[in-house]
């Protein structure tokens, strides 16, 4: 099973230029999540998606869009990309949001010049 | 404002030196607190829930366990196959849908 794929695994943008991290979980889960790392920081809650039709802001949503295009896909988009989103983005997925066991993808690696 | 501290940021580790991780939490009311284990350029990959002080779990070399304000992950004798950063969480029993406040991780290196 692939478990959770997200694509690209790496993309450079420019300042103001857009682009969509997509995100695929093949294990029937119901609630989807986009998290950002950064260096010496844990990892932050951008948006999530408790069920199919629904989704949420997190912790850092500013500068975010995202869509639950399915249940098995979870898109998030940047819309006009700025230095500060330089960043690895994970996308996440679980049976149900009441659970913090978290199946995660690779991440995609996004640096904004 | 739920926050998880860990320490120490950083561990150097001979090879069947054991050691533990400390991940200090306040969050209003706990739901659970998770470990999770990460490689470099590689997502998080999940290894234990605690739900209740005292109770404790254990999987190969790894044991975590939980009292009211902090939790351990004791590492045994360790293997070079250990090296990696263990992350702790924690979900409140009251708030948003499954937010987990992550600390920011014990980076475990572990020398033959």
């Known amino acids: 099973n692939a478990g959770v794929t997200q694509t690209p695994k790496f993309q450079v943008l420019k300042t103001g230029q857009s682009m969509t991290l997509q995100c695929a979980q093949d294990?029937?889960?119901?609630?989807m999540y986009w998290y950002r790392q950064d260096p010496g920081m844990g990892l932050r809650l951008i948006y999530y998606?408790?069920?199919?039709?629904?989704?949420d802001k997190g912790e850092v949503p500013n500068g975010y869009n995202v869509s639950r295009l399915n249940k098995r896909e979870f898109s998030l988009r940047l819309e006009s990309a700025a230095p500060s989103q330089t960043s690895v983005y994970f996308c996440?997925?679980?049976?149900?949001?009441?659970?913090?066991?978290?199946?995660f993808g690779e991440g995609s690696r996004l640096t904004v010049l | 404002e739920d926050q998880v501290t860990q320490s120490p940021e950083a561990l150097r580790l001979q090879e069947g030196e054991s050691s533990s991780l400390n991940c200090s939490y306040t969050?209003?009311?706990?739901?659970?607190l998770f470990w999770y284990r990460q490689d470099p350029g590689k997502g998080p990959e999940f290894l234990f829930t605690l739900y209740s002080a005292g109770e404790e779990k254990e999987k190969e070399r790894l044991k975590a366990t939980l009292t009211k304000k902090e939790s351990f992950l004791h590492i045994t004798a360790p293997k070079p196959e250990d090296s990696a950063t263990y992350l702790c969480a924690v979900q409140a029993l009251l708030g948003g849908n499954n937010r987990l406040a992550f600390g920011k991780g014990n980076q475990v290196v572990v020398i033959p």
């Open positions: 294990m029937n889960h119901n609630s």
């Open positions: 969050v209003s009311g706990l739901r659970g």
């Open positions: 996440a997925s679980t049976i149900t949001g009441v659970t913090g066991e978290l199946f």
């Open positions: 998606s408790a069920s199919e039709g629904t989704t």
